[in-house]
Structure formats: C-alpha cells, structure tokens
C-alpha cells in the first residue's frame, strides 16, 4: 500500500511530508519527504521542473496521470528504505 494520503482541501501537510498535484484535475496528494531522495521521483520532479518552471505559486505539479503517480507511489512504498 502506498504511503501516500489524500487529503482533502487544503489542509497542511503533516511533518515529513510534502505536497503535490497531478493529473489533468489537479488532485492534491501529500507524499513523504523521503521520495525527495529516490531517482525515479526525482525524474518526475525534472519533468515538472522543465514543463512548468521552479517559480510555480500553486505548489509542486507534477506533469503525469493520476494512474502514473499511483503505480509510481506504489512502487517507491514497496522499495522506500
């Protein structure tokens, strides 16, 4: 299962996670700060980073579908150290 939480709103998220969204809606995903260190997140923060620039107000988007991010999530929760 992953480690992901989906909240709902715009509630902070807890200590030692972080913000992102994805998909074509915009759906709000709090992950753990220790993906920050995985390579394959990593790519996907590049890709948002070369699509939509560091200076993005509305948070961390990332640049894939809800069913990428989810198989991706799952994956890291599984192989997180």
Do not use: W
């Not at 074509?24 to 709090?30: D, I, L, P, S, T």
């Amino acid at each position: 299962m992953p480690k992901k939480v989906e909240l709902e709103g715009g509630g902070r998220a807890p200590k030692g996670h972080f913000v992102v969204y994805v998909g074509n809606e915009m759906k709000r995903f709090v992950v753990p700060t220790s993906y920050l260190k995985n390579p394959i997140f990593q790519k996907l923060l590049d890709k948002a980073a070369e699509e939509f620039g560091f200076d993005n107000r509305n948070g961390i988007v990332l640049p894939c579908d809800e069913s990428t991010f989810n198989r991706v999530t799952a994956f890291l929760a599984k192989h997180d150290s």
